[in-house]
């Protein structure tokens, strides 16, 4: 490779002489270019948006405006994946400012006009980032949709409820998958206030400290459809916080959507036969005939596992000087495809739930199983008997251990009274209805009727309440998304009438 091939690009003949090394093309640029594909749309955008304002504020010379804009528009109009990345051309501008050269008759320079490098591919980024984002949060309200439909048909459904793995209390399925649409609602709440901070313009700040051309940033902003510019000129270019804040909400929202799916692998077993995956949400074995995999959940829990990386990624190459590329280099692409990777898979496990099967006569069944009437009952044991509750957890404890060893699956009393002799030096002598009915499933949930308890008529008001928080949350995604398309359909009205002169 020559000086003289890149020359006009690479800044060979100026402040360089020498082309870059090949192992700088195979290693940095080389690793840029991959994130073309990712951020090559909204690159477009900010160039379109920044040449207007060069156009209206009179930088770009009338004679040149036309030109410049039709060259752009052209290379709009290039597929992100058609365009023809080239390392030796340099990065993502570069290789975007070469192309455009070819494009434009005349005009391309302008477009560099109080303009660092960064720029284009920061502002790119950061709309990329911002529409990832709302993708996100609607897939998010779905899911929340998903789970809330789901519990409002099975507000009677006794379940199993699980510390450990091992049966704790009777539940409801429609208290248990409640537990997700609360920190679910705060996860789109965080997603929210990331996307706030994300929806500020970091356009036309000329380097680090302004520039001296009249560059309007408020415009460049209400063009790109933000509400507002970042206010100052060299933390627009190089905060490093937003990328650790969107990467942390993700990583929270993956933790909420792992435990989920973690839940619903197990449930999917054999051995525990509380749903079935529809065979569209399935994948068979090679080798074996007669497994029903439930892949779909598997790789949610992969996704949520490869976010962590990514948030271990945008925190490492944060912790750097100011006014250093490193905080992008990597997070230019690894943060969108980590937000687009999320959306997907949150997608994919609502839909998973939406078409389950759930055998809801084997959950009640075991929802009685397990002892797990005994927390209710040694309850009843301080409210019959008189005993404190460390007296009627000694009792109740030492009547499962004896029932376990004989297999006993309820306590009666005969074996309250046998542990109560054991234990206290006396019998209790309760009637066994009263034994027995303290252990009922179906009485337990029904006894849960404080706030946030599992009795159907508590769940139902928590159901009510996500739904509203879930109607907002998705008429506020709908309603940015609309906003964004219509100050884009606005931005390509302007460009195009400057580009017919």
Same mark, same amino acid.
């Given at each position: 490779m020559t000086p003289q091939t890149n020359s006009h690009l690479l800044g060979v003949g100026a402040r360089l002489k020498e082309a870059p090394a090949e192992e700088m093309l195979d290693a940095a640029f080389a690793h840029e270019i991959t994130d073309g594909p990712v951020l090559y749309r909204a690159m477009s955008l900010t160039d379109i948006a920044y040449a207007v304002m060069l156009c209206e504020t009179n930088i770009v010379p009338h004679e040149d405006r036309a030109p410049l804009m039709r060259g752009l528009l052209a290379l709009h109009a290039i597929p992100a994946d058609a365009f023809p990345y080239d390392a030796a051309q340099g990065d993502i501008y570069q290789n975007r400012e070469h192309r455009l050269q070819d494009l434009a008759e005349r005009g391309s320079g302008w477009l560099r006009a109080g303009r660092a490098r960064r720029e284009s591919s920061t502002v790119g980024y950061v709309i990329t980032v911002r529409a990832n984002l709302l993708s996100l949060i609607g897939a998010v309200a779905d899911l929340i949709g998903v789970l809330t439909a789901t519990a409002k048909d099975h507000l009677r459904?006794?379940?199993?409820?699980?510390?450990?793995?091992?049966?704790?209390?009777?539940?409801?399925? %429609?208290?248990?998958?409640?537990?997700?649409?609360?920190? /679910?609602?705060? +996860?789109? @709440? =965080?997603?929210? *206030?990331?996307? !706030?901070?994300?929806?500020?313009?970091? %356009?036309?700040?000329?380097?680090?400290?302004?520039?001296? /051309?009249?560059? +309007?940033? @408020? =415009?460049?902003? *209400?063009?790109? !459809?933000?509400?507002?510019?970042?206010?100052?000129?060299?933390?627009?270019?190089?905060?490093?916080? /937003?990328?650790?804040?969107?990467?942390?909400?993700?990583?929270?929202l993956m933790v909420t959507v792992d435990r989920l799916a973690e839940d619903l692998y197990i449930f999917a077993t054999e051995e525990f036969g509380y749903l079935t995956l529809a065979d569209a949400h399935s994948r068979i074995s090679v080798i074996m005939p007669q497994k029903k995999n439930p892949y779909s959940l598997a790789f949610v829990r992969g996704v949520a596992r490869h976010t962590l990386g990514v948030l271990n990624s945008v925190i490492a190459t944060n912790l750097t000087p100011s006014g250093q590329p490193d905080n992008r280099l990597f997070a230019y692409g690894d943060l969108p495809r980590a937000l687009d990777a999320a959306t997907k898979a949150i997608r994919l496990l609502a839909g998973a739930i939406r078409r389950a099967d759930w055998d809801t006569d084997h959950m009640a069944r075991r929802a009685g199983e397990g002892f797990s009437g005994a927390t209710d009952l040694a309850?009843?044991?301080?409210?019959?008997?008189?005993?404190?509750?460390?007296?009627?957890?000694?009792?109740?404890?030492?009547?499962?251990?004896?029932?376990?060893?004989?297999?006993?699956?309820?306590?009666?009393?005969?074996?309250?009274?046998?542990?109560?002799?054991?234990?206290?030096?006396?019998?209790?002598?309760?009637?066994?209805?009263?034994?027995?009915?303290?252990?009922?499933?179906?009485?337990?949930?029904?006894?849960?009727?404080?706030?946030?308890?599992?009795?159907?008529?508590?769940?139902?008001?928590?159901?009510?309440?996500?739904?509203?928080?879930?109607?907002?949350?998705?008429?506020?995604?709908?309603?940015?998304?609309?906003?964004?398309?219509?100050?884009?359909?606005?931005?390509?009205?302007?460009?195009?009438?400057?580009?017919?002169?």
């Open positions: 459904t006794l379940m199993p409820d699980y510390t450990y793995l091992q049966k704790a209390h009777p539940t409801t399925l %429609a208290h248990y998958l409640m537990g997700f649409t609360a920190p /679910l609602l705060r +996860d789109g @709440e =965080r997603l929210r *206030a990331a996307y !706030g901070r994300f929806n500020q313009c970091p %356009a036309a700040i000329g380097s680090v400290n302004g520039s001296r /051309l009249p560059l +309007d940033r @408020e =415009r460049v902003a *209400a063009l790109l !459809g933000f509400p507002s510019a970042v206010p100052h000129t060299r933390d627009a270019m190089w905060a490093a916080d /937003l990328a650790v804040e969107a990467a942390s909400a993700l990583m929270a309850d009843h044991l301080t409210e019959a008997a008189g005993l404190d509750p460390r007296e009627a957890h000694k009792v109740v404890g030492y009547a499962v251990r004896e029932a376990v060893s004989t297999g006993e699956r309820l306590i009666t009393a005969a074996g309250l009274d046998f542990a109560a002799q054991a234990t206290l030096g006396r019998a209790l002598n309760l009637p066994e209805s009263e034994v027995l009915a303290a252990q009922d499933p179906v009485s337990i949930v029904h006894s849960r009727t404080g706030l946030g308890g599992a009795a159907p008529a508590r769940v139902a008001e928590l159901v009510a309440t996500a739904a509203e928080s879930h109607a907002d949350l998705q008429w506020w995604a709908d309603s940015e998304q609309t906003r964004l398309e219509v100050a884009e359909t606005a931005l390509m009205t302007v460009a195009n009438r400057i580009a017919r002169g």
